[in-house]
Every structure is written in structure tokens, then in C-alpha cells.
Antibody, heavy 124, light 108 residues
Framework: EGQLEESGGRLVQPGRSLRLSCAAS????????MHWVRQAPGKGLEWVSG????????GYAEVVRGRFTISRDNAKKSLYLQMNSLRSEDTAVYYC?????????????????WGQGTMVTVSS | EIVLTQSPGTLSLSPGERATLSCRAS???????LAWYQQRPGQAPRLLMY???TRATGIPDRFSGGGSGTDFTLTISRLEPEDFAVYYC?????????FGPGTKVDIK
């Protein structure tokens, strides 16, 4: 069935940077596109970014484009999110998520496996 | 960008009752690229349905989905105690993979 485990979330000041990681196990990581989805406290879900199985296509939500960078290392079965110029409105639980189908691109799909999330708090 | 609206915002029901949740899109959704998720407090979302009516692996058959075009529904035939949660619909296959605002199903 698989497992995803996020890490790297913490309290950070506005304007600073943070890198999130997601370690995958139990499924063929290098065959699946991967995504980041966030949820602000008490709010709904928001897609942040996606990357294809081979890193060939990448996409971002408008609100993070130019500030966040998604990447993956298939040899390490890991997904990353580099977040720069953080704002208070980026405060959220960040989930990594796997798509249902193999060999997809960056476009959001149905997500059948989620990590437990890592909390990012942007505040002075 | 297609906007998803979910209704009602909160549904108060008793265990054993039937729950019907609605998700409406501002434009027609091609190929029914519509998913439903359940989120219990303090937990990550869990995929229930995709292609509007296909149950994900391990989802019990008391959950069913339907609809097409702009109107979709998630039905829980008989509520179990573990079904009291928030439910989100999601439009996928088109960036930005919009989620609806959610429907909370709570115990009456």
C-alpha cells in the first residue's frame, strides 16, 4: 500500500526559507508523479505543486510560483519542496501525496496515498 | 478556473442514517474527473472515490458516488461512527486541482 513521511516543518520568520522532505516506501516511487498539498489551520485543502515521475514536467499553484521549487530524487525515493520568501499566508500543514496512476505528469490527479503532514508556521 | 461548491456546509445525522453530499462545479467537468476525500480530525485526507463513482481500494461499499457534468454526489448509505468527518470533492486532470470547501458530517 505504501507510506509517505514528511519532515522539515517548523516555525520560520517571514521572508526566510525552508526545505520540506517526503520519504516514500512500499510502492514504486519512480513510476508515480508526486504532489504537495497544503491545509491552513481550520481551512480546506489547496494544491501547491506537482512533479512528474521523471521530473520532466513541473507545475505550481499561482500563489507559490516563483517562490517554491519542487524536486525529487528517485534513487532516494524522496520528494522535496524548497520554499523561499515565506509569507504568513504560507502557514499550513504540508502533505505530500501520490497519484493513483503511474507515469503521470505535474497536473493534479486523484491522490491515493498521503503522508501525515508537516506543519509550517511563518511568523515573526 | 472552475470553482467547486459543496453543500450543505454541515450535515447533522445519527448513526445508521443515510448521508447525501453535493458537489457542484461552475463549469462542466470533462470525463467526470471528480474525486472525493474523507478527512477525520487530526488525520490526512483519504481517497474515497475517483472518476466520480469508482471506489478507491479498501473503501466499503456503503460509500457511492455519482453525477456528471456540473453536479456530483457522494452517498453514505448507513453512517457508521467512523464516518463522521469532513468530506472534500476535488476536480483533477486540470491545474490547479481545485478542492471544494468541504462538508462536515457530524453526529446529531
Amino acid at each position: 500500500e505504501g507510506q509517505l513521511e514528511e519532515s522539515g516543518g517548523r516555525l520560520v520568520q517571514p521572508g526566510r526559507s525552508l526545505r520540506l522532505s517526503c520519504a516514500a516506501s512500499g510502492f514504486t516511487f519512480d513510476q508515480h508523479a508526486m504532489h504537495w498539498v497544503r491545509q491552513a489551520p481550520g481551512k480546506g485543502l489547496e494544491w501547491v505543486s506537482g512533479i512528474s515521475w521523471n521530473s520532466g514536467s513541473i507545475g505550481y499553484a499561482e500563489v507559490v510560483r516563483g517562490r517554491f521549487t519542487i524536486s525529487r530524487d528517485n534513487a532516494k525515493k524522496s520528494l522535496y519542496l524548497q520554499m523561499n520568501s515565506l509569507r504568513s499566508e504560507d502557514t499550513a500543514v504540508y502533505y505530500c501525496a501520490k497519484v493513483v496512476w503511474a507515469y503521470g505528469d505535474y497536473v493534479p490527479d486523484a491522490f491515493d496515498l498521503w503522508g501525515q503532514g508537516t506543519m509550517v508556521t511563518v511568523s515573526s | 478556473e472552475i470553482v467547486l461548491t459543496q453543500s450543505p456546509g454541515t450535515l447533522s445525522l445519527s448513526p445508521g442514517e443515510r448521508a447525501t453530499l453535493s458537489c457542484r462545479a461552475s463549469q462542466s467537468v470533462s470525463s467526470s474527473f471528480l474525486a472525493w476525500y474523507q478527512q477525520r480530525p487530526g488525520q490526512a485526507p483519504r481517497l474515497l472515490m475517483y472518476y466520480a463513482s469508482t471506489r478507491a481500494t479498501g473503501i466499503p461499499d456503503r460509500f457511492s458516488g455519482g453525477g456528471s457534468g456540473t453536479d456530483f454526489t457522494l452517498t453514505i448509505s448507513r453512517l457508521e461512527p467512523e464516518d463522521f468527518a469532513v468530506y472534500y470533492c476535488q476536480l483533477y486532470g486540470i491545474p490547479p486541482g481545485t478542492f471544494g470547501p468541504g462538508t462536515k458530517v457530524d453526529i446529531k
